[in-house]
């Protein structure tokens, strides 16, 4: 049996993929990668958002585990909005009312509570002279109106006033879980005729 193996003489260039080595200073097309965004290494993301949760890792701990429960719990919820790690690091309020939408339609939870100009002015563009702010506002504390209806539990509005939940990923976290129970525990009670 013979064995041949070859030397590179020199730096070694190419991808990950094809044998390792230095990033190439060239884009896939061949031509030089733009002066503002230098050729990321590979493991390495850019990121969209900072995240005040990854200043410490107390926080950052903190977060995946609220992370990771909310996973865990819409793991069996077959859904076509997207639920990765990366959309949870932040739970916009627009992943919030979209899963409400899905909920509402496949369980009748919370149906006709809120107004198309309520849902549509979660993402009001300010140019058309909407408040974001105070829309996405407006929906939280509708939402948890809502919840607190379907579940008679009276503390969730004192734990989640709507200015705390579009500052804290974490109560937001907590309000997509407690949308979940809610939303399936209503659909359960209709269907038992309790």
């Not at 590179?8 to 390792?20: E, F, I, L, Q, Y």
């Not at 190439?24 to 990321?40: I, Q, V």
């Not at 719990?73 to 990765?84: D, E, N, P, Q, V």
């Amino acid at each position: 049996m013979s064995v041949s193996l070859m030397l590179v003489n020199g730096p070694r260039t190419g991808n990950a993929s094809s044998g390792g080595g230095l990033a190439s200073p060239l884009s896939p097309d061949g031509h030089d990668h733009p002066p503002w965004r230098e050729a990321l290494g590979r493991g390495r993301h850019e990121t969209t958002l900072p995240c005040a949760h990854d200043a410490d890792w107390g926080l950052r701990t903190q977060l995946y585990t609220e992370i990771c429960q909310t996973q865990a719990l819409y793991a069996g919820f077959a859904s076509r909005t997207a639920i990765s790690h990366k959309v949870l690091k932040h739970v916009p309020v627009s992943l919030i009312r979209d899963l409400f939408l899905e909920f509402s339609a496949k369980t009748g939870f919370g149906a006709c509570e809120l107004s198309k100009d309520d849902l549509d002015a979660v993402t009001l563009d300010k140019a058309k002279g909407g408040g974001v702010k105070e829309g996405k506002e407006f929906f939280l504390m509708r939402l948890v109106q809502i919840i607190v209806s379907a579940t008679g539990n009276e503390q969730l509005s004192r734990d989640m006033p709507a200015k705390k939940l579009l500052t804290d990923v974490i109560l937001r976290h907590h309000l997509l879980r407690e949308l979940y129970r809610a939303a399936f525990s209503s659909a359960v009670v209709a269907r038992s005729g309790y």
